[in-house]
């Protein structure tokens, strides 16, 4: 069965302070897509990154990097430089090549507090 | 352009009444259609999905139904609430036919519903 962790419930930093977001998955399938999602206070999930099981090269977009470690099974997010606006839950997902119907599995989600 | 459309976006119910809340989707066919809840405090859970009109395969037993009348609605009910339906309710959808486990959920804005 997929699983995916993240064992940090909520982090609390100062804005202008990096902040790192562990994600830790299981999955017995060889082929299989990794995901972020950002849910502001307005309650709706903006997908930011998809990744997959092939491709473990690390990725940045702007602030947002992704450090994605299939030895340890790990695909963790940091945000550089945080704002205020970056205040939101964020979750990790998993999919895999045989998820009928493309479902992903989520993790508990980190809730992100950036303090100005 | 693809959007998705979630109501009501607010809901108060007492225990043992109806429940329907309904998604529709414009600007695309044959989608995957998706009902996730999210208890207060926690991560995603998978409800229901759909793969097409009268497709319904379900995660979770509960006390919820789902239905797909037409290709781009999907309406999540429940003859008798409890208690702990209370949550935020999301619909989403992806593409269907792109490689199994890649697609990306777009989710709509999500139905916060309190039992009481």
């Known amino acids: 069965a997929q699983k995916v962790t993240q064992a940090q419930t909520e982090i609390s930093v100062v804005e202008k302070e990096d902040v790192t977001l562990d994600c830790v998955y299981e999955t017995r399938d060889t082929t299989y897509y990794l995901f972020w999602y950002k849910q502001p206070p307005s309650g709706e999930l903006v997908f930011l990154i998809r990744?997959?099981?092939?491709?473990?090269q690390n990725e940045i977009s702007g602030r947002y990097s992704w450090n994605f470690q299939k030895s340890t099974s790990s695909f963790n997010f940091t945000i550089t430089a945080s704002q205020v606006v970056d205040s939101a839950v964020y979750f990790c997902a998993l999919s895999d090549s045989k998820a009928a119907g493309n479902k992903l599995t989520f993790g508990g989600g980190t809730r992100v507090l950036v303090k100005p | 352009s693809q959007t998705i459309h979630q109501w009501p976006a607010t809901l108060v119910q007492p225990v043992g009444s109806p429940l329907s809340l309904e998604c529709t989707v414009e600007?695309?066919?044959?989608?995957?259609l998706y009902w996730y809840r999210q208890a207060a405090g926690r991560g995603l859970q998978l409800l229901f999905y759909?793969?097409?009109?009268?497709?319904i395969s379900s995660e979770v037993p509960q006390n919820l139904s789902a239905s797909r009348p037409q290709d781009r609605q999907f309406i999540l009910s429940s003859k008798k609430l409890l208690l702990s339906d209370s949550g935020f309710y999301l619909c989403a959808w992806s593409e269907r036919y792109s490689s199994i486990g890649a697609n990306v959920l777009t989710f709509g804005a999500g139905s916060r519903l309190t039992v009481l």
């Open positions: 600007g695309t066919s044959n989608p995957n």
């Open positions: 990744r997959n099981s092939f491709d473990e």
């Open positions: 759909s793969v097409g009109i009268g497709q």
